[in-house]
C-alpha cells in the first residue's frame, strides 16, 4: 500500500477514483469544516475513517505535514510508453496531443510540481524514467497536490528508445535547453510533441538531447542563466496550451464564418 498525506492528495485521490483507499486516518485533535468535508466524502463512497492522535498519523506519514489526514492506498499502476501511444481522450479535445518526459528529475518537490504544472496545462501524459529520478513518493504526490492522481503517468528504463517510439507515432520531440538557438514562443508548439526536461543541476543528458527534433530555451534578462524546472516547464507548457487555444479558437470562428447563410456573409445591400 501507498501513504497519502494532506488534504488535497488525499481528496483528489477520492475524486479520481483511480485507486482503492483501504482506510484513512483523521487526527483527534483537529476540528474543521474542510477535514469533516472530507472525511463526510470518503464515508460516502465506502472508505473506513479511523480516529487516531496526531502523533500516529506523523508516525505512519513520517511527516508532521499531514494536515490531519492520511490515506492507505493501493499503490500505484505506472503505465508503459505503448499506452501514451494513443491519447488521453478526456484531454486532447483539440485532436492535438502534448506529452511530458522528464530526463532525471531527483528532487520529490520538483516531481510533485512538475506533475502539477502539466495537470494544470493539458498534458495528457507523462514519462518518468525508472533511474535516476525521484520516486512518486508521498512527498512528491503532496508536492503535486493531488494532479498527480489525474495524470496518465508511464515509467520506462530508457528514455531515448522511449523517444524514438513517441517518433515513430508521430509525435515530435522538443526538449528545453538554456544553449539552444530558438526561443519558446517563437516556435509552433500548436502540434502533436513531446516537451522533454532535464535534471535540476545538469539539463538533458547528451543522447537525450541529441534524440530531441528541436531544442528550445527561454531567454533570461538578469544576471541568472536559467529557471528551477518547475517553473521552466510551467512557463512552456501553458504557452503551449495559449497556443492551442488561440488555434483552436481560429479554426471555430473559421467553421462558423463558414457555416453562415451566403446573404448573411454578403450584408444586407448585396
Known sequence: MDVLYGLHPVEE????????FDHVLVARERHDDRLERLVAAC????????????????????????????ALVRSWEFLTIEDLFEPDSSRAASGTRLLLALDGIEDP???????????????????LTERRSAPLSSAALKASAGAAEHLRIARVVNLVRALEDLKRHHLWVVGLDECAPTDYDRFDLTGNCVMVLGREDAGLHDLVRR????LLRIPMAGGVSSLNVSTAAAVVLFEAARQRRSN?????????????????RKGLGS
Open 43 to 70: 464515508r460516502k463512497a465506502g472508505v473506513r475513517v479511523r480516529q487516531e492522535p496526531r502523533d500516529q498519523l506523523t508516525l505512519v506519514a513520517q511527516t508532521q505535514a499531514h494536515q490531519g489526514i492520511v
Open 211 to 214: 534524440t530531441c527534433d528541436h
Open 109 to 127: 518537490q520538483n516531481l510533485g510540481a512538475l506533475l502539477r504544472v502539466a495537470d494544470g496545462a493539458g498534458v495528457d501524459g507523462v514519462v
Open 248 to 264: 483552436s479558437s481560429g479554426a471555430l470562428k473559421a467553421v462558423e464564418a463558414a457555416s453562415k447563410p451566403m446573404k448573411a
Open 13 to 20: 485521490a477520492l475524486k479520481a477514483g483511480r485507486r482503492r
